[in-house]
Nanobody, 126 residues
Framework: VQLQASGGGLVQAGGSLRLSCAAS????????MGWFRQVPGKEREFVAA????????YYADSVKGRFTISRDNAKNTVYLQMNSLKPEDTAVYSC????????????????????WGQGTKVTVSS
C-alpha cells in the first residue's frame, strides 16, 4: 500500500487545518489507520487512530478535544481535522496503516503499524 499525506501548512495559533491521507489499493477498508507526528530531534509520537469502520477512535491526551480523526472508505482516505492549534503542534504529520483490530493498548504502538506514508509539515505560529 502507498500512503500520501497532504494538507499541511502554516497557520496561526488558534487556527485549523485538515490533513488527508490517501491510500492506494482496494483493501483500505480492512485496516485501522493512525496519525503520528514528529519534531526534528525528537521521537515520533502518536496522535490519533481509527478502526476500519470509523466507529472507534483513540487520541493522545495532548490533542483530545481539539483533533478529530475520520475516514471515508469509499475514497480510501483518512482525515485529521485539527482545531485550536498550538505552537507545540508544529511537526511533520504522517499516516500509517495498522495491523489487527484497534485496541486501547495498541492504538499508539508504532510496532502495530506496517506501512507509513511520507509526512506533511504543519507549522503553527504564535
Amino acid at each position: 500500500v502507498q500512503l500520501q499525506a497532504s494538507g499541511g501548512g502554516l497557520v496561526q495559533a488558534g487556527g485549523s487545518l485538515r490533513l488527508s491521507c490517501a491510500a492506494s489499493g482496494r483493501t483500505f477498508s480492512n485496516y485501522r489507520m493512525g496519525w503520528f507526528r514528529q519534531v526534528p530531534g525528537k521521537e515520533r509520537e502518536f496522535v490519533a487512530a481509527i478502526n476500519w469502520s470509523g466507529t472507534s477512535t483513540y487520541y493522545a491526551d495532548s490533542v483530545k478535544g481539539r483533533f478529530t480523526i475520520s475516514r471515508d472508505n469509499a475514497k480510501n482516505t483518512v482525515y485529521l481535522q485539527m482545531n485550536s492549534l498550538k505552537p507545540e503542534d508544529t511537526a511533520v504529520y504522517s499516516c500509517a496503516r495498522g495491523m489487527g483490530p484497534l485496541t486501547p493498548w495498541g492504538a499508539s504502538a508504532m510496532r502495530e503499524y506496517d506501512s507509513w506514508g511520507q509526512g506533511t509539515k504543519v507549522t503553527v505560529s504564535s
